[in-house]
């Protein structure tokens, strides 16, 4: 190292922050084409875009209760003694808060049913750890209506992200439905009332097994034998759509909204049977969280991998704003958690991309004296559409032909080095190198 | 209102939080096509994407000294007593410390000359005032190299800074360019120690005008009469490109930085010959801040506007990266605060947008028989690239129609309303309505 590059200042070595990911540029690159893909996706079944601030009042964060939520607020280095007003701010956890408040807040100036998309980052206070990001993009669609909604919405919903997740070029995917309806209706015909115990117990049932979920449902629960076994036995089933109505009915429980369920279930199980029998599933165990979720609901998983956890979710509500207006407005939504999913990818060695660089062709610098004339081909072909880099200084060819190798362009195009010669172009991958006019050459 | 959607809850009926702002729909999909215009502009000269996550540790932010940026730290809402971690993280306030954080990071793992754009929020933690954001997006391109960096990329800068412009449609624009070789030359050479007082004075010229300079630069900086008026005389300089170096010269100062700034400038406006002379300036009053701008400075102005302040802004840097790493990377960069530019042109109401949804066919429900023939031509145009709203019930017809007014989707299409008739599609603008074939029909 010279002598000159020494320096005396003192250097803090950065490091990465757990939980914090970025990505190389070539990795980027291919998280900026799944984000287009996905955007076109929800642009395609006509959901609009928002973005709401990365920062919401502490009152709307909590407003439906989320305590639990590990949420960051916000303080300001140098804040005055008399200014307290950041103190009530937090970054939102998720993009449905943020999404209900924006519903109440621009009521009148919306047209419903009310389609949105949002890609947007959330950052979760977690404790660092594999896997767990506390900042981390999530890909979200609702739709929400004011009194009802449809029950068309609840197929579209994971026909929707079933386009997304092929589009993604994933390993094999299934979405898994159920209706909490029918968790409901047959929890409380079975008389149990503490439903958010029993369910969060069932929801375990992949990871822990039967015998144990069984177990805690009677030391945790307090439900007897009898009952948890019952209980169990709606959990276990997982069917296909033909299949789920005749399993639930065999278990001998009568009950009006559990009925209801299977109703809604069931058109929307028809509703996709365009889709691959193999990966839309119809399965008891999925359960959600009680806190707003009332119909459809809805989670992906690798099949390979089911223990990775659930890759995508969503379901139906019926009243997600009412904290913030005095209104009925019901919806169902998806979300699915992009940097959670590019992270795998990436591990699994998935995510493939040569190039460091979006140009598709590099200009060659012949000669200091020629930059004019390397500079107007160089544009010539930008106004043509593609991307173009030109090469900086008039060095030796061979090291400009290195840097376009080292970044991933494609083509390197030559100027002419005097005047009178004619364009050359060459294919970096095949070597292939001809005459070419920049008016007229197609990649 | 109906009893049923009366509520009980308490209601926290929210507003907007001053600093943050967020847009309608319509708005945001104009917000959407400027980012993609951006991209798409800094891709095409070859520069990469990364992207940094909001975090970073306050070592970083505060590592070149940045104490006065009001930055936002975080803390959790339920943090462990023991954890202190989190109180060392804040969210960036700009896309340049991150930039550089990065670079060094991954030092052996990018090419170089590295060529980079982020499109990104920032957050400040400013007191709320008309027209400055807390939170806002911010696109920056700026290449970095080892050691050296050719001036070459000095012109390319402020190029595709008024191609942005340009492509944006923003009232008329121009480029101010300066170097700060000049400035701290000249102002060397007149035996003025003080160079940030009397820069930070000089900079204040087109707010303040020049008789209130002269005086600040006598009685807070401490200058002679002569000298504040020759420091002055500089500042006022605004010249097309071939009058700046004689203007200089007539004020008699001769030194070697002088001279250097003087050919770099030349070099620079020369490479921007074939942009309209009126639009890149020459401005010797531009000044930009002393801490780590080097060389090249320059700023954008409306021209009807200037009062509004930098629109856009950037410079060369000699060492941008060295608290972090343990060599010379000199580069130079551009920012555009695109939320305070859109803000703005949404306030002069040159923002316009009848389209609530990105849908540009809304695919109409005949009877709830039909739908999966509705559906099926839906996904039919949605494979053809179209994107398509399927209306969600099958209530009267010109309710549908109606919806797709509100919404401004500009084409309707119905399906057979029965076995063997034809599709027929309704342009909305025209109210032109004619038998159609999915298969073939072009928009």
Redesign the interface.
Known sequence: ?SQ????K?K???????SG??????EH??VE?EWIETIRNIF??????????????????LL?KGA?DK??????????DED?KT?AR???HFDLTVPFA??T???FN???F?F??YQIQ?S?R?E?PQKGRF??FYQCDIDVINI?S??L??DA?MPAIMYEVYNALNLPPVEIRLNNRKILVGYLQELGITDLAGTTRNLDKLDKIGADKVLKQLQEEVGLSYDIAEKALALATIKAKNSEFADAIRSLGIINELLEEGIEELSFVMN?LSHLPEDDIKVDLSIVRGLDYYTGTILEAYFKDDPKFGAIGSGGRYDDLA???????LPGIGISIGLSRLFSKMLDMGLIKNSK????QI?VVLPDEDR?KEA?ETASLL?ERG?????F??AIKLKRQLS?AE??GIDYVWFPPFKDGQAHEVKDMRTGDQKHSDPVIWEI
Chains 1, 2 share one sequence.
Request: net charge positive.
């Open positions: 190292m000159e590059t020494t320096k200042q250097i803090y070595r950065p490091h990465p922050v914090y990911p970025e990505w190389l540029p980027r690159m900026l642009e395609s079944y006509g959901f609009c875009n928002i973005e709401t601030p990365s920062i919401e009042e502490l009152d709307v407003a305590t590990e949420i960051y607020t916000l303080a300001r280095l140098q804040a200014d950041d701010l937090g970054l408040r924006y109440a807040q621009h100036d919306l047209v049913p389609k949105r980052r950052w206070g404790r506390r900042e009194d909604l449809p068309h919405f579209e509703n009412g904290a913030f207006i005095n209104k009925k460091k660089t979006p140009a590099m930059r500079a930008r593609y991307k173009v880099e030109l900086h200084s840097y080292r970044k």
